[in-house]
């Protein structure tokens, strides 16, 4: 499973250098590439692999540009090469999404010359020709709402001055709008509006279309019924953002709490699997009245395995990125506690050294259902065999991480848990809420509990 992608742009004073910030930022969304376009009588891009401070040069980014575009990303089309990284520039337009267009392959054979295999290449031609026929940018990007499927958030420069921020009528990937001084700012997330000294506004809603230019703001909208990723509030997103109105934070420490209501284990400590199983620990913690120990710790260094682009760099990382403290687990019972759990090959290698660390009992909540299904909406999730739930049952799992117990979080437990029922559960339930892929149309979100009264 790999992480989508940020985000970000400005219209104001130290645009491109505001923009780079916000993906340092959002660095925990894509590292496997990151750039910035920026408007100065031509469009200029400066872009590169690795991190943002590697990927770009900040004393290459002009001072004086007023209009800035920029993205970090990981791939979930295409491969990682420089002509693929973001933002993407013809002249005229310079693109950056997140997100995946489900049906470009469909869109790609009504195209010429294209240079990529990404599916940015083909947003950038489908609104290009829009534009040519004599659309405004509004019209064009709606217009190419309507044959697009999928999940994108996105942002655009253009020569005249305009830099357009279209959230999908679906909304799955967030996208909110800010001010840091007099310079009105977008990105993915909240978090790296804050981050820069800026003030969050307000989220651009699924479907609204806003135009930035020094004349203000225009807002247009494309209306469809609303699916969030769920996996945003679960594990992509940083805690510290919100996103339509709920916390991260919050959400992951009501899935903790619900995860100790009605799966509880019998556990003498909680040990989160940091950093983003933290929250849901101490929910967990909170409302089983088990004290919660750093048993783990996270070098600083480290990556997020998640976004590693092969198998053998995933286990490199999942084996090097923690420490285990022995004095917090040695002969205790304990609850390890993590957001999700995709391949389980991070899971697995933590089970091993808590055990080895001398924990008697090893117990595994998981503060999400168990991921079944691909993603189609913007996150490179490994095929259907190499999910560790597409083919194993409850038991089969637990066998394979060498667990006491192990227990999920229902779909059901999970919505209630974020305070949203407009979510994205896909990858979940196989349900899939796209124009044209419709493999299953019902599961039981309560994996056969029932609601649940938490
Ligand atoms: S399938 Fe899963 S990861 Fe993809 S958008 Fe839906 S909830 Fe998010």
Same mark, same amino acid.
């Given at each position: ?22 993906? #340092? ?47 970090? #990303? ?341 919505? #209630? ?38």
């Amino acid at each position: 499973m790999r992480e989508s992608c940020g985000v970000a742009a400005a219209v104001g004073l130290q645009a491109s250098t505001l923009v780079y910030r916000m993906l #340092r930022a959002l660095q925990h969304r894509g590292q496997e590439s990151a750039g910035v376009s920026w408007l100065d009588g031509r469009i200029q891009t400066r872009k590169g692999l690795g991190l943002v401070d590697r990927a770009v040069n900040i004393s290459e980014l002009s001072a004086q540009a007023t209009h800035a575009i920029g993205h970090v #990303r990981y791939s979930t089309t295409g491969s990682s090469t420089l002509e693929e990284a973001q933002p993407m520039d013809d002249g005229t337009l310079s693109l950056a999404f997140n997100g995946t267009i489900a049906n470009y392959m469909d869109l790609r054979k009504e195209l010429n010359n294209l240079l990529t295999i990404t599916d940015t290449e083909v947003i950038l031609k489908v609104v290009s020709n829009y534009l040519r026929q004599g659309y405004s940018v509004e019209e064009a990007l709606i217009k190419f709402s309507e044959v697009a499927d999928g999940g994108y958030s996105l942002v655009l420069l253009n020569l005249d001055g305009e830099v357009a921020a279209f959230r999908d009528p679906t909304g799955f990937r967030p996208l909110a709008m800010g001010m840091v001084g007099e310079t009105l700012v977008i990105a993915s997330e909240t978090s790296a509006i804050e981050q820069v000294g800026g003030t969050a506004i307000r989220d651009i809603q699924p479907g609204e279309l806003l135009i930035l230019s020094r004349e203000g703001v225009r807002s247009f909208r494309v209306r469809r019924e609303v699916h969030t990723c769920s996996f945003e509030y679960v594990y992509f997103a940083r805690p510290d953002s919100v996103i339509d109105g709920v916390s991260v934070y919050e959400a992951r420490r009501k899935l903790g709490e619900l995860l100790a209501a009605y799966h509880p284990a019998p556990a003498e400590v909680v040990v989160p699997v940091p950093d983003s199983g933290r929250p849901v620990a101490s929910g967990y913690s909170a409302r089983s009245g088990i004290p919660l120990v750093e048993g783990l710790v996270r070098l600083h260094n480290s990556l997020r395995s998640f976004i590693m682009p092969s198998q053998e760099l995933r286990n490199a990382v999942a084996l090097d990125k923690f420490g285990v403290v022995k004095e917090a687990i040695r002969g205790k019972k304990v609850v390890l506690i993590d957001d999700s759990v995709v391949r389980g090959n991070t899971l697995r290698t933590l089970v091993k050294r808590v055990r080895q660390a001398g924990a008697t009992e090893v117990h595994v909540r998981v503060g999400s259902p168990p991921v079944t299904f691909p993603c189609y909406m913007g996150v490179d999730f490994p095929t259907r065999g190499e999910l560790l739930a597409a083919s194993m049952d409850l038991n089969s799992i637990a066998n394979y991480l060498d667990v006491d117990s192990l227990d999920y979080l229902t779909i059901e437990e999970m919505m #209630r848990g974020v305070g949203r029922r407009d979510l994205c559960h896909a990858c979940f339930s196989g349900i899939y809420p796209l124009k044209g892929f419709y493999p299953r149309t019902h599961v039981d979100l309560t994996g056969g509990r029932g609601e649940c009264q938490a």
